[in-house]
């Protein structure tokens, strides 16, 4: 069966995102996919990557257990962790064939130990005691000592659950508890961590004027939809202060996990059209904030940018900007690709934007040996065609060629913006990237924008 791959053309302007909604149909093929092009010439000086192939789509959801915003993450040994957020119509309790009660109120938790092939839920306590605690949405990030740490929100406070890998497949739970103590009226939890229980929690409170009260020096501290709390003791506490990023808007955080680093950066947009670095060098003891550019802030679908720290200490971003708007919305999309070897003070751009089209909700990874970058993104050429989902890895200087995951749109043509509200990817330890996405099941007819009522998580990895 034949995929479509976009090959990237590169221009050096600058350019702008957020977040949101949106459909599904047949089944992709078995195998790996074979690989056509849709040929563009490159920009000259401009070299383009190979093709990356991927093996087929696996559905990560149970029978009957919808979902969405799905992330995944990967330890040292190779073992795939992903949660994302439950159907809405069963948040409260889902279905769960995975579990010994049928049954989950907390968020998605998943365990893969064969690349991706096949999905069950992380191990628990006796009874799956721990997916009685209920939870709206959660992110997860791995440290450098085999700890998987996942936070689930449900918007009061934040539950904490922590595994731990001795190798693959070997992974036991240590800990969950029901609160952490940090308060914060959340909407979209994120996490990051690095060396030997080093976490950082980002709390959102939504709008900047629900941010709690300043508590830190500079230009870095102040009201912000975002603000960092550090657990030093894996995740047994956390500051319940913290400290509030100064005109943040979405954002998302990335901790360099080079041995003895205290490195953490936070990228955001402003909702209102900058782009800045926010850089700590103790820990998220405190930051520092440094200008990373503009973006089109009439933009309505302006979303997360995302963030990673490579092997060498440079830092690469990206951020999906909107061209010409009509009504808020982007005609087309930019992908911007920004790179930092000065800790986050100043940026370099690359324009990696593969066609002429609208693309949504694109997620930077970066290789443990720095030698490649990874991307999953959404992607339709125009209004009259459903979005699909796409995937690359290229060398940084190059330019990607997206490849096609799955056959089957991920959202109807009707739709406006892709299944919101967003998509992630992650490198093994063996180079390979994971890409995992969201597909509309059901809509409701009455043609409003937001009428998903039932949506599946698949995924799928190099082969």
Request: charged fraction near 20%; charge should be neutral; include cysteine.
């Amino acid at each position: 069966m034949a995929v479509e791959i976009l090959s990237a053309v590169t221009r050096t302007q600058e350019i702008s995102v957020r977040r949101t909604t949106a459909t599904r149909s047949a089944l992709a093929a078995a195998g790996v996919l074979a690989l056509t092009a849709l040929a563009l010439p490159s920009a000259a000086g401009n070299q383009r990557a190979a093709a990356t192939p991927f093996g087929t789509p696996v559905k990560v959801t149970p029978e009957l257990g919808g979902g969405y915003e799905p992330t995944i993450v990967t330890d040292r040994f190779g073992n795939l962790y992903a949660t994302a957020h439950k159907e809405n119509a069963e948040l409260a309790i889902s279905p769960d064939s995975r579990s010994v009660t049928q049954t989950r109120s907390m968020s998605w938790a998943w365990l893969s130990t064969d690349n991706g092939k096949s999905w069950k839920n992380l191990p628990g306590l006796p009874g799956d005691a721990e997916n009685r605690q209920v939870g709206d949405e959660g992110d997860m990030a791995v440290d450098d000592a085999g700890h998987t740490y996942f936070i689930d929100t449900y918007l009061g406070d934040n539950t904490i659950t922590r595994y731990t890998a001795t190798g693959r497949g070997k992974v036991a739970i240590d800990f969950t508890r029901p609160a952490m103590g940090t308060g914060s009226l959340d909407d979209r939890p994120w996490v990051t961590a690095h060396g030997d229980g080093k976490v950082f929690y980002l709390g959102n409170q939504s709008t900047k004027a629900q941010a709690p009260v300043e508590n830190g020096d500079g230009d870095a501290n102040g009201a912000g939809r975002y603000t960092v709390y550090p657990s030093y003791d894996g995740g047994q506490t956390f500051s319940t202060i913290g400290y509030t990023l100064n005109d943040s808007g979405w954002c998302r955080p990335a901790a360099e996990h080079k041995k003895g680093s205290q490195r953490v950066v936070v990228f955001c947009g402003n909702d209102n059209g900058k782009l800045w670095s926010y850089v700590s060098n103790d820990d998220a003891r405190s930051f520092k904030r440094y200008a990373a550019g503009t973006y089109n802030g009439a933009d309505n679908t302006a979303s997360y940018p995302t963030v990673e720290f490579a092997k060498d200490g440079s830092i690469w971003a990206l951020y999906v900007d909107a061209d010409e708007l009509r009504s808020g919305m982007p005609k087309s999309n930019r992908l911007r690709l920004m790179h930092s070897v000065d800790g986050g003070k100043k940026w370099t751009e690359q324009d990696i934007t593969a066609m002429t089209g609208r693309y949504q909700y694109g997620w930077l990874s970066v290789a443990a040996d720095g030698k490649k970058l990874g991307l999953g993104v959404y992607y339709r050429p125009d209004t009259k065609s459903p979005w699909k989902v796409y995937g690359a890895t290229w060398k940084p200087g190059q330019v990607p060629t997206l490849t096609l995951l799955d056959k089957a749109p991920v959202a109807p043509a009707e739709q406006e913006e892709a299944p919101g509200d967003f998509l992630t990817s992650s490198f093994g330890p063996d180079g390979k990237l994971a890409v995992i996405w969201t597909r509309v099941v059901t809509t409701n007819p009455t043609g409003v924008q937001f009428k998903n009522l039932f949506r599946d998580i698949y995924s799928a990895r190099q082969p």
